[in-house]
């Protein structure tokens, strides 16, 4: 089953609405979590990087105060759409490193957040 | 900066044939993963290939990975049309707690 939960799986949502959503480690912790962003039919581009406890880290161009990150529990790391807009539409995958879980995957990918705006 | 090339992009095929989606990338790592995703979904892994001459099967599909030379490959024998997916094949930053970087994925299309 999925050690990585994604919510919401799909948003619809009227531009300048905030948009968050929600990615917990399932029986196991993630001080890190990344944030990966999948426009339509492209591959996925690594946004940010969400460290428990701290600020997290931004790939260069994504701007920190639209995507807003929290990773306030060692589950637990949101990412907040501040004030949608039409270009932000796309398909959102958050990811763990699998902790002390014994597996030779790299990471824990969620069942994505496709989030359309109007 | 890492960067991770896959050929073909889009690739058609007809059931029944074979064919190899390549894989390269820019620096040195041993640890490369070849995923699956159907539209609207997130990744599903395929395969863990963790060091030089790796290979490994699962039914239709054959992986592999080359070191000194950075390439991985993906071997597609008698396609199927339920084999109809984007594959991307994604590299290890570096060890520890560090992002995949992702190659732009391979569109696959199996035709009766």
């Known amino acids: 089953g999925a050690v990585v939960s994604q919510h919401p799986s799909r948003v619809i949502c009227k531009s300048g609405t905030s948009v968050k959503i929600e990615c917990r480690s399932l029986?196991?912790?993630?001080?890190?979590m990344f944030w990966y962003r999948q426009f339509p039919k492209q591959s996925l581009m690594l946004m940010a990087t969400?460290?428990?406890?701290?600020?997290?880290?931004?790939e260069q161009g994504v701007e920190k105060d639209k995507f807003l990150i929290n990773h306030a529990s060692l589950t637990l790391s949101t990412l907040t759409v501040a004030s949608a807009h039409p270009e932000d539409s796309s398909f959102y995958i958050c990811?763990?490193?699998?902790?002390?879980?014994?597996?030779?995957?790299?990471?824990?990918f969620g069942s994505g957040t496709q989030l359309s705006v109007l | 900066e890492l960067k991770v090339e896959q050929n073909p992009l889009f690739l058609s095929m007809q059931e029944g044939k074979n064919y190899t989606i390549y894989c390269n990338y820019s620096t040195t790592s041993d640890r490369l993963y070849w995923y699956r995703q159907d539209p609207g979904k997130s990744l599903e892994s395929l395969f863990v290939?963790?060091?030089?001459?790796a290979v490994k099967q699962e039914g239709r599909l054959m992986a592999s990975l080359d070191t000194k030379a950075r390439l991985s490959t993906l071997h597609i024998t008698a396609a199927v049309h339920d084999l109809s997916a984007t594959y991307f094949c994604?590299?290890?930053?570096?060890?520890?707690?560090?992002?995949?970087?992702f190659g732009k994925g391979t569109r696959l299309s199996v035709i009766a």
């Open positions: 029986d196991f912790q993630a001080t890190t």
């Open positions: 969400s460290n428990e406890g701290s600020k997290a880290t931004y």
């Open positions: 994604a590299v290890d930053r570096n060890s520890g707690n560090t992002p995949l970087v």
């Open positions: 990811s763990a490193p699998p902790g002390g879980r014994m597996t030779n995957e790299k990471l824990f």
């Open positions: 290939l963790l060091s030089n001459g």
